[in-house]
């Protein structure tokens, strides 16, 4: 392995760029297959409707997913599809650069097979590398920052610091969770042997670089009083809080489905193997990243972008293991990574149709009943498809009822009613399919529809979407002259299934107070 490594500081190791290039169109032309199956799930909406408010900042996330959605908008539209072609674009560079990553530890055309294999049929990169999420950007950084950091110590050359640095800065304007990684990768060459490469100016350097890119996002929290707190108490709260260590080690083994059985042996043996020694900082790094998400509740998919550098490193043991092997023994190890994963990518990726997808799950969940979580949606019950598909449906059935609603209105009462949701993904729906009906700028207090709310919420008439199914709407009574129930999204596969649309008439003073309390509680007033 070590000379491996050195061919490449020579320059005369192959790059395998076209062998590597098979695996990223198989990628690309996937995801394409799944672009359009579905609708948008409620975060990409929310991502779109953030590039109509473009800033340095926003609530939940830093700027960067805004800014590609402009650029995205711009270059493609904003259909489905269109929206897509970023992350898929995206995702067949994460492979591109496991397969260089691979490479640059010694392997050859098998390691690279089995890597990009792994990466491919995933369940885990496979769910979230084609949604137009921060999620498949912050992966690409992880995996780019870890080629960066390998190539650094192969070659020596002190160009790779500073891209290191540029990275990490675009990392932390994509993702906050790039500082973790960050901090844990360059923990982790602190402890190895190779910390001695960071003992100079350049290091130095390069963390500048990182800081001053990373500056006007900063300077936007401090700004306005770092709401990025209040968000992170929030979402612990209401979601961090209901999670387990020993649920997100389990979700960790099964996540990646059989590339278990890559990465795994991947970790010990960059922990162990003298031959790896070299590399042994990314094996700390892991340990460290997986370990802080573990003490502090972290989502399953916080972790996904430190598997590539893992199953690099297991690709490259079994490519040694197997050396001697013929070519049946090294093409059934190759199926023993993929087929599994390949008959349940449909519950990942919307490859077939909706009612094919259910077809799928419901045999999946007779011949393996553990599955059943795969379709365990946040109200505790199973339901015929994932959460993440559930929250593709209805937006559009919503957005018209909503329109419907609007049209019912005369001019001169359109003119004195506002639009108000409950949800960032209602209010999103809205905000995206809303311009196809002409309908008022919507208003929520969640997420950073917060940001740009109205001060007042005083139109004599109001089109509520009452996520609670109209329980909100009862507890708001003494604050209205009357309502009326106008519909609700009807499609029982909907996340939202349930959800009504009401018109609120005449509201008294007090809401509008209620209201104004409630943006009060937001601690964002001073955006307003």
Not at 276 to 293: D, E, G, H, P
Not at 467 to 494: F, M
């Amino acid at each position: 392995m070590q000379g491996a490594a050195n061919r490449s500081a020579d320059g005369h190791k192959p790059s395998y760029a076209g062998f590597i290039l098979i695996f990223v169109i198989i990628k690309i032309s996937l995801n394409l297959l799944a672009a359009s199956k579905f609708g948008f799930q409620r975060d990409e909406l929310l991502h779109l409707a953030l590039a109509d408010h473009m800033a340095w900042g926003y609530i939940e996330v830093p700027p960067v997913i805004a800014l590609l959605a402009k650029v995205s908008t711009i270059l493609f539209g904003n259909s489905v599809f269109a929206s897509r072609l970023l992350p898929t674009l995206c995702g067949g560079i994460i492979i591109w650069l496991g397969g260089l990553v691979t490479v640059e530890l010694g392997g050859k055309k098998f390691a690279i097979a089995l890597t990009c294999i792994a990466l491919i049929f995933s369940p885990a990169f496979a769910a979230s590398d084609y949604l137009f999420e921060p999620v498949v950007f912050d992966q690409l950084w992880w995996v780019l920052l870890v080629w960066l950091a390998i190539k650094y110590f192969n070659t020596k050359a002190v160009k790779y610091i500073y891209f290191l640095g540029i990275v990490i800065g675009l990392g932390l304007l994509t993702k906050y969770t790039m500082a973790f990684f960050a901090i844990a990768l360059l923990l982790g060459i602190l402890i190895s042997r190779q910390r001695k490469l960071l003992l100079n100016r350049h290091a130095a350097a390069g963390i500048l670089v990182a800081f001053l890119i990373f500056l006007p996002n900063l300077i936007w929290q401090f700004r306005y009083g770092f709401p990025i707190f209040n968000q992170m108490t929030v979402l612990k709260k209401e979601q961090l809080d209901q999670l387990t260590p020993s649920g997100f080690v389990l979700q960790q083994l099964v996540d990646n489905g059989m590339a278990l059985f890559l990465w795994l042996p991947g970790l010990i043996l960059l922990l162990i193997s003298p031959e790896y020694r070299k590399f042994q900082f990314i094996a700390f790094a892991f340990v460290l990243i997986f370990a802080f998400f573990l003490i502090m509740n972290g989502k399953n998919y916080y972790l996904f972008g430190a598997y590539p550098m893992l199953f690099a490193a297991g690709a490259v043991a079994f490519e040694r293991w197997l050396a001697v092997r013929g070519l049946k023994i090294k093409l059934a190890v190759l199926a023993f990574f993929a087929v599994p994963n390949f008959f349940i990518l449909p519950i990942a990726l919307p490859i077939l149709s909706l009612k094919q997808t259910i077809a799928v799950v419901q045999a999946e969940q007779k011949k393996f009943p553990f599955l059943n979580f795969v379709v365990l949606w946040d109200d505790h019950q199973v339901h015929p498809i994932t959460q993440n598909y559930g929250d593709m449906l209805g937006w559009e059935e919503l957005t018209a009822k909503v329109a419907r609603a609007w049209q019912s209105l005369t001019p001169d009462q359109q003119k004195h009613t506002q639009i108000y949701a409950d949800n960032y993904g209602e209010a999103s729906a809205l905000n995206h399919f809303g311009k196809l009906y002409h309908l008022p700028t919507v208003i929520s207090l969640d997420s950073s529809f917060a940001l740009w709310a109205p001060a007042n919420l005083d139109g004599h008439y109001i089109i509520y979407v009452d996520e609670q199914k109209g329980r909100n709407t009862e507890k708001l009574q003494p604050h209205l002259e009357s309502w009326i129930k106008l519909g609700y999204v009807e499609n029982p596969l909907s996340i939202e299934h349930g959800t009504a649309i009401f018109l609120l008439v005449h509201p008294k003073l007090s809401l509008n107070q209620l209201y104004k309390k409630d943006l009060s509680d937001k601690r964002i007033h001073r955006l307003i």
